[in-house]
Protein backbone atom coordinates (compact mmCIF):
# COMPACT_ATOMS: atom_id res chain seq x y z
CA UNK A 1 0.00 0.00 0.00
CA UNK A 2 2.78 2.38 0.64
CA UNK A 3 3.95 2.45 -2.97
CA UNK A 4 0.54 2.87 -4.46
CA UNK A 5 0.43 5.94 -1.97
CA UNK A 6 3.97 7.31 -2.66
CA UNK A 7 3.20 6.53 -6.76
CA UNK A 8 -0.19 8.67 -6.20
CA UNK A 9 1.76 11.44 -4.93
CA UNK A 10 4.20 11.15 -7.45
CA UNK A 11 1.61 11.82 -10.02
CA UNK A 12 -0.07 14.30 -8.23
CA UNK A 13 3.07 16.53 -7.89
CA UNK A 14 3.31 16.34 -11.90
CA UNK A 15 -0.26 18.10 -12.27
CA UNK A 16 -0.62 21.46 -13.72
CA UNK A 17 -3.11 23.71 -10.91
CA UNK A 18 -5.73 23.41 -13.00
CA UNK A 19 -5.75 19.62 -13.22
CA UNK A 20 -4.56 19.31 -9.30
CA UNK A 21 -8.13 21.38 -8.14
CA UNK A 22 -10.25 18.48 -10.52
CA UNK A 23 -8.27 15.87 -8.11
CA UNK A 24 -8.73 17.20 -5.42
CA UNK A 25 -12.22 17.53 -6.11
CA UNK A 26 -12.33 13.97 -7.04
CA UNK A 27 -10.60 12.90 -3.53
CA UNK A 28 -13.12 15.37 -1.61
CA UNK A 29 -16.22 13.76 -3.18
CA UNK A 30 -14.71 10.01 -2.66
CA UNK A 31 -14.18 10.27 0.61
CA UNK A 32 -17.86 11.80 1.36
CA UNK A 33 -20.33 9.48 1.52
CA UNK A 34 -23.34 11.76 1.31
CA UNK A 35 -21.64 13.16 -1.90
CA UNK A 36 -20.96 9.73 -3.09
CA UNK A 37 -24.29 8.68 -2.43
CA UNK A 38 -26.04 11.85 -4.59
CA UNK A 39 -23.75 11.43 -7.38
CA UNK A 40 -25.03 7.81 -7.92
CA UNK A 41 -28.75 8.30 -6.92
CA UNK A 42 -31.10 7.56 -9.69
CA UNK A 43 -32.97 10.44 -11.52
CA UNK A 44 -36.29 10.98 -10.51
CA UNK A 45 -38.26 10.12 -13.56
CA UNK A 46 -41.65 9.71 -11.72
CA UNK A 47 -44.69 11.84 -13.86
CA UNK A 48 -45.53 14.33 -12.31
CA UNK A 49 -49.50 13.95 -10.73
CA UNK A 50 -52.32 16.99 -12.01
CA UNK A 51 -52.22 17.71 -8.40
CA UNK A 52 -48.26 18.26 -8.55
CA UNK A 53 -48.94 20.32 -12.02
CA UNK A 54 -51.13 22.71 -10.19
CA UNK A 55 -48.75 22.91 -7.11
CA UNK A 56 -45.61 23.60 -8.99
CA UNK A 57 -47.49 26.33 -11.04
CA UNK A 58 -49.33 27.69 -7.83
CA UNK A 59 -45.56 27.94 -6.32
CA UNK A 60 -44.13 29.41 -9.68
CA UNK A 61 -46.82 31.89 -9.53
CA UNK A 62 -45.92 32.89 -6.30
CA UNK A 63 -42.07 33.82 -6.93
CA UNK A 64 -43.30 35.97 -9.75
CA UNK A 65 -45.41 37.97 -7.44
CA UNK A 66 -41.99 38.16 -4.89
CA UNK A 67 -43.32 35.76 -2.31
CA UNK A 68 -40.39 33.52 -2.46
CA UNK A 69 -38.02 33.11 0.74
CA UNK A 70 -34.58 34.26 0.50
CA UNK A 71 -32.03 31.41 0.24
CA UNK A 72 -30.30 32.54 3.24
CA UNK A 73 -33.42 31.78 4.99
CA UNK A 74 -33.76 28.32 3.94
CA UNK A 75 -30.19 27.78 4.10
CA UNK A 76 -30.18 28.60 8.19
CA UNK A 77 -33.55 26.71 8.40
CA UNK A 78 -30.75 23.46 7.63
CA UNK A 79 -28.21 24.88 9.92
CA UNK A 80 -26.26 26.17 6.71
CA UNK A 81 -24.49 29.85 5.68
CA UNK A 82 -24.40 30.62 2.12
CA UNK A 83 -20.56 30.33 2.21
CA UNK A 84 -21.97 26.23 3.08
CA UNK A 85 -23.54 25.87 0.19
CA UNK A 86 -21.12 27.63 -2.51
CA UNK A 87 -18.17 25.05 -0.76
CA UNK A 88 -20.80 22.11 -1.29
CA UNK A 89 -21.90 22.99 -5.01
CA UNK A 90 -18.08 23.79 -5.98
CA UNK A 91 -17.02 20.32 -4.87
CA UNK A 92 -20.14 18.97 -6.92
CA UNK A 93 -19.25 21.34 -10.12
CA UNK A 94 -15.54 19.99 -10.03
CA UNK A 95 -17.20 16.86 -9.93
CA UNK A 96 -19.36 16.48 -12.89
CA UNK A 97 -16.56 18.60 -15.15
CA UNK A 98 -14.93 15.61 -14.88
CA UNK A 99 -17.64 13.00 -15.75
Do not use: C, W
Not at 43 to 62: F, K
Not at 86 to 98: F, L, N, Q, S
Amino acid sequence: MADTKEHAHELIDRLPPAQLSAVVGLLEAILDPVSRSLANAPLDDEPVSEDEAREIAAARDSLDRGEGIPHEQVLGEFGLTLGDFKRITAVKHRREAYR
